[in-house]
């Protein structure tokens, strides 16, 4: 007798049978698939419209050749350009194929059965996963309220009232994915310092290098020298543009990041990934492009959201959470027919009325207010 689909399921541990999966940005094919649409813009992944440096794209290229043999597992040439790059020792660096590993990494080493993980009620939906997959219990903390000056941001306040002592890990984002809200430093320094040391605090600085020009922001790398339990995590998908070839890494104290390597799995990092992130290490121009970029389309962008009526999230990142209303399933789905993607926030983030939309080049910005427009037009977006 054949056995039921449903004993599969039963099979697998606690914390994974209740997960709901990660859900990406809908792929631009999917959406030709789906709908017969071409001419897409895709804004719904925070990428880099300006791709990657030509000099990663040379230095990827380069290493085709070498495509039969694994790739350096210790990564040498990128730690020691990791290290050199933030002046710390070689040791403090974990390299993770984007900082998403290094998360899940965090979580294998540090959490577990009888552990908790705190996090804000509307951060990046990987810190609840990651935890649960490993039977450890995902706590959120209240976040900001909305007539906050940080609305539905971190309130470290409330994440520190949510501390126990079965906590183990506490993931923040700074700037936070998919609000955009950030926190100043004088803020996290006064948490670093009330949390307990036995408590491993993950400061998520994806889009760090969007953010240094925010009034209070502090990047987190000099602090790990001052608190051991503290672990910085970066990517290379966002600034640098090479989202496709997923490196990312960690800094922290030499024994945590021991600890980190012993769950890290061989050969994490592609040989083209490594090489492409040397390159785009040594290339600054190519960042400072890119944030400039991103700070001129923002702000034109928020000009003609205003003038379109709509609101939206201060944000220290490359992408603007904007509220369009409690139909905002509905705009989302208009916005797909017109060939533009972007993010719903509802669901495992908590912000129904909200689309999460990446800053594009000028013309894809164009795209999507256009497509806005017609959609205000039927009466779709809630207007301020």
Known sequence: MPLPTTFFCDLAVAGVQALQPYQPGKPIEELQREYGVTDIVKLASNENPLGPSPKALAAARETFAELHRYPDGNGFALRQALAAHHDVDPLSITLGSGSNDLLEMVARAFLGPGREAVFSKHAFAIYAIASQAVGATPVAAPANPREHAQPFGHDLDAMRAAITADTRVVFIANPNNPTGTWLAAEELERFFDSVPRDVIIVLDEAYVEYAEAAPGYREGSAWVARYPNLVVTRTFSK?????????????????????????????????????????????????????????????RLQAQLEGLGLRWLPSAGNFLCVEVGPRAADVYEGLLRRGVIVRPVGGGYGLPTFLRMSIGLQRENGRLLQALGELREQGLLQVA
């Open 239 to 299: 600034a640098q543009g090479l989202a496709g070839l997923r490196v990312g890494y960690g800094l922290s104290h030499p024994q945590v990041a021991d600890l980190l390597n012993r769950v890290r799995m061989p050969f994490n990092v592609s040989i083209p990934a490594q090489a492409a992130a040397v390159a785009a290490l040594a290339d600054a121009e190519h960042v400072q492009a890119s944030v400039r970029l991103n700070r001129e389309e923002m702000q």
